[in-house]
Every structure is written in C-alpha cells, then in structure tokens.
C-alpha cells in the first residue's frame, strides 16, 4: 500500500511556475514508476510526465514539453513537477500516481495508487 499526498498548488500568473510535490507513504517508494495526470473541469484525466523508478527516463505529452520536468528523490519518498512558463490551459487540478507496471506509463489505467489532487490555476 502506498499513499501519496500532493502539495504545491495555487494561483499563478501567466508565464509564471510553480513546483509540486507529491510525498509517498512506506518504504517501497524506489520500486514504482510515477506518473503526473492533470484534470480540467469537464474534462477527462490526461497524462502530463512520467519518470521511471530510479529516473532515468522521464516522458512527456507534448503540450508540455519543455515547460515542464519531473523529477524524483527516493530518499525523500517524494515526486516533483517543476512547472514553467505557465499558461490558462494549464489549470486543472494536478494528480500523482504510482505504477508497478513498466509499461503504459501514458495510461492512468496502468497506476495503482493516486493522490488527491492539488489545484493549479493560471490566471491570464
């Protein structure tokens, strides 16, 4: 079991960043690949980065590329986003996952474990 707990939202100019964070429960965090999904209101959850269990690979949707990095500690149990160049049609609100599996990083149906969100809202 896992439990994961994000934090780091809020309210943000245009072009402006924010960092979030997303803090892993228990000492098996190194052994899940993590995944960042973002959610507008209305909208399905959509996969944003991914970044495997030791951090060698990270992945991207392409919208974000550039802009944003994902990053890990696995001596702090903890995930990051790093969030630049921000814009309108980023705000959603922002979710941490972990996945035992090693494949279809890109699908929130391959996570086991999610966090509860934290609020991202870029103001123009």
Do not use: H
């Amino acid at each position: 079991q896992v439990q994961l707990v994000e934090s780091g939202g809020g309210l943000v100019q245009a072009g402006g960043s924010l960092r979030l964070s997303c803090a892993a429960s228990g000492r098996t965090f190194s052994s899940y690949n993590m995944g960042w999904f973002r959610q507008a209101p209305g909208k399905e959850r959509d996969f944003v980065a991914a970044i495997t269990r030791s951090g060698d690979r990270t992945y991207y949707v392409d919208s974000v590329k550039g802009r944003f990095t994902v990053s890990r500690d696995n001596a702090k149990n903890t995930v990051y986003l790093q969030m630049n160049s921000l814009k309108p049609e980023d705000t959603a609100v922002y979710y941490c996952a972990a996945a035992r599996r090693d494949y279809g990083l890109g699908s929130l149906y391959n996570y086991d474990y999610w966090g509860q969100g934290t609020q991202v809202t870029v103001d123009s």
